[in-house]
Nanobody, 122 residues
Framework: QVQLVESGGGLVQAGGSLRLSCAAS????????MGWFRRAPGKEREFVAA????????YAADFVRGRFTISRDSAKNTVFLQMNSLKPEDTAVYYC???????????????WGKGTLVTVSS
């Protein structure tokens, strides 16, 4: 029912910025919670940030520490992840996901995108 396509990944130097986009299509998108997750080399998938379509309420992991900001353009059915002050540790495949409800736990997500690779050089 919902399809997600990420874009915006690439190679960036440490301290630089990058903005990821997640284009969503389907029905009843206003009922979903959208989340960003990432999988670094040799590590498991972890939560980054989430946002509700309707109210714009956001949640974020502790490691974000003010560097990342999640937002959405409901008119365009697009969710963004603005990443500033990037570190080599941020290198990972970033995934967009959607939950039909209010959950942002990875096990509760109903739909996933294919992911976009972010590489931060030192």
């Amino acid at each position: 029912q919902v399809q997600l396509v990420e874009s915006g990944g690439g190679l960036v130097q440490a301290g630089g910025s990058l903005r990821l986009s997640c284009a969503a299509s389907g029905h009843y998108l206003s009922s979903y919670t959208m989340g960003w997750f990432r999988r670094a080399p040799g590590k498991e998938r972890e939560f980054v940030a989430a946002i509700n379509w309707s109210g714009g309420i956001t949640y974020a992991a502790d490691f974000v520490r003010g560097r990342f900001t999640i937002s959405r353009d409901s008119a365009k059915n697009t969710v963004f992840l603005q990443m500033n002050s990037l570190k080599p540790e941020d290198t990972a495949v970033y995934y967009c996901a959607a939950n039909y409800g209010s959950s942002w736990q990875k096990s509760k997500m109903d739909y996933w995108g294919k992911g976009t690779l972010v590489t931060v050089s030192s």
